[in-house]
């Protein structure tokens, strides 16, 4: 079935350096990819997206990229914030044969102050 | 405030029981999704309804249950309940597939 990886499970980077979290996706009719950010205790989030027709987007300190051929995407965080400490989700949708948003199993990002 | 309701917030009930969870979609919002979020886990889909029809389903036990009703609100019921069942489970809408998804706050239930 559809499959969702994500890596790094737990990581931990001091303030101000950057974070990179990567998914990589099995269902090639995946054509949307939106990054979902759960502070603890509250309900995920959208934080960015992006669909199967781009390569990159970004918005202020958060991009993500997408290699359709390897079925690969990556958020990256710059100038990372005590705030940005939270699990954050990649996700992989199609809009075809069945309409399902399958999640990776998370990121625990801890940002040391 | 994303705009979604679930009802409600906390259950707690014993093994072999039934309860209903209901979610409200965002106004608008088509589609309904559920998703089970056990301690410290990842979010396992469950089963969408997109206008009153069941559009994917995923790793849904056969004692759920889900619909989605003319108003476009859902209910989730899980019967013959187990401890094992005990988790998170959050509604989440969105305008169409292939759109962002709006989460409710969820309904935390325990199985005792």
């Known amino acids: 079935g559809e499959n969702v990886e994500q890596h790094p499970s737990t990581l931990s980077v001091q303030e101000g350096d950057s974070a990179v979290i990567k998914c990589t996706y099995s269902d090639s009719a995946s054509n949307y990819f939106p990054w979902y950010k759960q502070e603890l205790g509250k309900r995920p989030q959208l934080i960015i997206d992006?669909?199967?027709?781009?390569g990159e987007k970004k918005d202020q300190r958060i991009a993500v990229t997408l290699n359709k051929t390897a079925k690969h995407f990556s958020l990256h965080i710059t100038e990372t914030q005590p705030e940005d400490s939270a699990v954050y989700f990649c996700?992989?949708?199609?809009?075809?044969?069945?309409?399902?948003?399958?999640f990776g199993a998370g990121t625990r990002l801890f940002v040391k102050a | 405030d994303s705009g979604v309701t679930q009802t409600p917030k906390h259950l707690i009930t014993a093994t072999g029981q039934r309860v209903t969870l209901r979610c409200s979609p965002r106004?608008?919002?088509?589609?309904v999704y559920w998703y089970q979020q056990s301690l410290d886990q990842g979010l396992q889909f469950l089963i969408q309804y997109y206008n009153g029809e069941e559009r994917a389903k995923g790793n849904i036990l056969e004692r759920f249950s889900a619909q989605q009703f003319p108003d476009l609100h859902s209910e989730l019921n899980l019967s013959s309940l187990e401890l094992g069942d005990s988790a998170l489970y959050f509604c989440?809408?969105?305008?169409?597939?292939?759109?962002?998804?709006?989460f409710g706050n969820g309904t935390r239930l325990t199985v005792t």
């Open positions: 989440a809408s969105s305008v169409e597939a292939n759109s962002p998804l709006h």
């Open positions: 992006i669909r199967s027709n781009v």
């Open positions: 996700a992989a949708s199609r809009n075809t044969g069945g309409f399902k948003t399958i």
């Open positions: 106004s608008g919002d088509l589609s």
